[in-house]
């Protein structure tokens, strides 16, 4: 089984073939470098990037919302406290291919 590490937007992730894969959300024209190919016992790993190797993706939900985190901010015996919400946005990818 084919597997690679790839470097998108910044983040690098273990991926498969036929596997559904969350990462930050990427705009128009996001790339995805290969840092390192895993066939088996075979082991290619670039620098940075391996040559001649490319994974084929496509996007399967543009625009993901994750879960909501509150921070709150807190100062005693002075009644001063401030809540803040934050919701990260991903972007859902199927590889399709390694090769």
């Not at 470098?33 to 496509?58: Q, R, S, Y």
């Not at 001063?80 to 090769?99: C, F, N, P, S």
Request: hydrophobic content about 40%.
């Amino acid at each position: 089984m084919k597997k690679a590490v790839i470097r998108v937007a910044g983040k690098q992730y273990i991926v498969a073939e036929g596997e559904k894969v969350t990462v930050d959300l990427l705009d128009g024209d996001a790339k995805v470098e290969v840092l390192a190919l895993l066939d088996g016992d075979a082991t290619k790993v670039g620098t940075p990037i391996v040559e001649g190797v490319k994974v084929t993706w496509k996007v399967v939900e543009p625009e993901v919302k994750g879960d909501k985190i509150r921070v709150i901010r807190y100062k005693s015996k002075k009644r001063v406290h401030k809540e803040i919400g934050h919701r990260q946005k991903y972007t859902d990818i199927l590889i399709e291919k390694i090769a």
